[in-house]
């Protein structure tokens, strides 16, 4: 028996009627896009025993808050709850979740879960099923307890985005509202599968970036750990042999002494001042202020700023097309936006924008007296706000700016290399140059 088939018929009073649904609808105020008061809700796992209408004994499992939900959501499902209790869990199978090491799932998982879904969604398999079949062959085991949860919602009558809407970790504040319009336009095969392709554009675009930095990044590491080891072996022994000389030594090679004699001898200061500023750091760019001056810095960079607010154009614009196309709210999918560009900056612009739209202005217009947007795509967009092809501007825009992204990326990884070669050769040859400078005098220092 379905849950629709246990709801209250027609045959009840019309005042209880209306007070059942007074209570159920005020305290839940419309979904904004942010996690919903649920999600933080621990999720027990409990097994029941149950009669259904024919009287056979049936035995399951469900998650849910409490028992008293938990024997709500058996009655849905057309049982006589006869017996609920806890799933009994001993030590050595109880989950240990340290902080900041918790399970994730990659985007790139979300992205093949979604075309997926969308196929058989399409194929006409029912949700149900299809969860199902999606949590027997995902191989994250994180996934698959999210998923558990969802065909469980699912099952006992609340809808696909309500369900995910509890799994922020998961599904994140793009996901959500695009199955929901989804659902409301009966078309979540055709949403699923829009997801599922501007997730994968976004993963395979953050692989090329990421591609190209690593080099550069690795190549700084080992050359921070050969200076320091120079720094800490290497220059003292040259400070010895020039004590024992006597005489005054060059400037580069005092600040060198210098710097070498600060890393050694009192190296347990340094780690800490140098732990302690990367912490006070940190702090300071999860702050709100700190978060936006960092990222505006990172803009102005050379090379890597281009490069990095091309993408977030990119992002920005190719979320609005996917929303708007799906029927979102022009104000609703610029807030949705917001949060997904990934740029405190140009997430504090998409804001502005929004504030004006509210107040009936043009977001063309805005984006004109907003330097961060080029010209291009304030260009585009005030046209699609004139013709009524927003969607079509928007994924033009996020296709030319993905390219040039693509471009800048070969780019700067054929540039790099080079650039990284010159400041080695400039930083080793400097410290190598410092030390030998005193050589040079040896002979005067001698007699």
Do not use: C
């Not at 609005?320 to 709210?329: F, I, M, Q």
């Amino acid at each position: 028996m379905t849950a629709t088939q246990t709801r209250p018929t027609k045959k009840r009073s019309e005042t209880k009627s209306r007070l059942t649904r007074r209570t159920k609808t005020r305290p839940q105020p419309r979904p904004t896009g942010k996690p919903a008061a649920p999600a933080t809700t621990t999720l027990i796992d409990y097994e029941y025993t149950g009669i259904d209408a024919s009287g056979m004994v049936r035995t399951g499992r469900l998650l849910s808050a409490t028992e008293a939900e938990a024997t709500q959501r058996i009655r849905r499902l057309g049982l006589r709850p006869t017996e609920v209790q806890p799933v009994s869990k001993s030590l050595l199978t109880t989950e240990l979740r340290i902080p900041g090491f918790g399970p994730k799932v990659d985007e790139r998982e979300i992205a093949v879960l979604s075309r997926q879904l969308a196929t058989m969604v399409g194929a006409g398999v029912p949700l149900l099923r299809s969860l199902s079949v999606l949590t027997k062959q995902t191989e994250n085991q994180f996934l698959v307890e999210t998923l558990a949860r969802v065909r469980t919602d699912v099952e006992s009558g609340d809808s696909l985005s309500d369900s995910i809407a509890r799994h922020p970790r998961v599904f994140d504040d793009l996901y959500v509202p695009m199955v929901r319009a989804g659902e409301t336009a009966g078309a979540l095969d055709e949403i699923l599968a829009q997801l599922a392709t501007t997730m994968e554009r976004s993963v395979a675009l953050r692989q090329k970036i990421r591609a190209a930095l690593t080099y550069p990044i690795a190549v700084l590491v080992l050359i921070t750990f050969v200076i320091a080891a120079m720094l800490i072996f290497v220059v003292p022994v040259f400070a010895g042999i020039y004590d024992d000389l006597g005489g005054e030594l060059p400037l580069p090679t005092r600040i060198l002494v210098g710097v070498s004699a600060a890393f050694s001898d009192k190296l347990p200061l340094t780690l800490l001042i140098v732990g302690t500023t990367t912490y006070l750091v940190r702090r300071w760019k999860q702050s709100e202020n700190g978060r936006l001056k960092w990222d505006k810095a990172k803009l102005r960079l050379p090379l890597v700023g281009d490069l990095l607010h091309k993408s977030a154009i990119a992002r920005l614009t190719r979320v609005l097309a996917v929303l708007n196309r799906s029927g979102v709210p022009v104000l609703e999918a610029l807030a949705i936006s917001a949060q997904t560009v990934g740029n405190a900056a140009i997430e504090q612009a998409v804001v502005d924008t929004r504030q004006v739209v509210r107040r009936g202005g043009s977001m063309g217009s805005q984006m004109a007296d907003n330097p961060l947007f080029p010209p291009m795509v304030v260009q585009l967009v005030s046209i699609g706000e004139e013709t009524g092809t927003l969607d079509e501007m928007l994924e033009t825009v996020a296709a030319s700016f993905e390219a040039e992204v693509e471009s800048a990326v070969a780019g700067f990884a054929s540039l790099i290399e080079p650039l990284l070669m010159a400041f080695i050769g400039v930083v080793v040859g400097s410290m190598v140059i410092s030390l030998y400078l005193p050589m040079f005098r040896i002979v005067d220092l001698i007699q």
